[in-house]
């Protein structure tokens, strides 16, 4: 995936704080996480 921006969340195992990195986000997206 591309290089998102992952704020103060706990959805998955993996705790991130305002931390940026590739991962596969698919469904977390910024403009799709807010709908959620």
Do not use: L, P, S, W
């Not at 290089?3 to 799709?32: C, L, S």
């Amino acid at each position: 995936g591309d290089k998102v921006r992952v704020f103060k969340m706990r959805r998955r195992k993996h705790y991130t704080k305002n931390q940026g990195h590739r991962q596969n986000y698919t469904e977390v997206r910024i403009d799709g996480f807010v709908g959620a």
